[in-house]
């Protein structure tokens, strides 16, 4: 598992091979998350920003691509407040996606999708 910590959210990367690691439980002020891409394109960049900044943060990526089918353990510093946060991602073509306040106190996964042929993304959440 390779991880990254920038500012406030430390991030782990891994392959999902028959599986992904369980999340933890989401508990009050717990906003760790797995992110999970199952869009059949590669995701170059995610940002996640508190719901309440009208900027977003540092690509939590880095220089990482997170492939289809593969998922990202974004780990928050355990001070972070707040349960509502802004999700985008951009992906390898330079298209984007976003979420806005996902209750990260209430989720610990989720699935980005994408279908083609409707031109709609959209997440699942756990």
């Not at 394109?41 to 089918?69: C, F």
């Not at 073509?93 to 976003?98: H, K, L, P, Q």
């Not at 610990?108 to 997440?123: E, I, Q």
């Amino acid at each position: 598992m390779k991880c990254v910590s920038l500012n406030k959210v430390r991030v782990c990367a891994f392959v999902a091979a028959g599986g992904l690691l369980a999340a933890g439980s989401a508990l009050a002020e717990n906003l760790n998350f797995t992110l999970v891409n199952n869009t059949g394109y590669p995701i170059n960049e995610v940002y996640v920003s508190s719901a309440a900044t009208k900027s977003w943060e540092e690509d939590v990526m880095g220089r990482d691509q997170l492939g289809d089918g593969d998922g990202v353990d974004i780990r928050f510093d355990p001070g972070e407040k707040g349960c509502l946060w802004d999700l985008k991602v951009v992906y390898e073509d330079d298209e984007s996606a976003v979420w806005d306040r996902l209750d990260l106190c209430e989720l610990s996964k989720v699935t980005l999708h994408y279908d083609r042929d409707k031109g709609s993304t959209w997440a699942d959440t756990e």
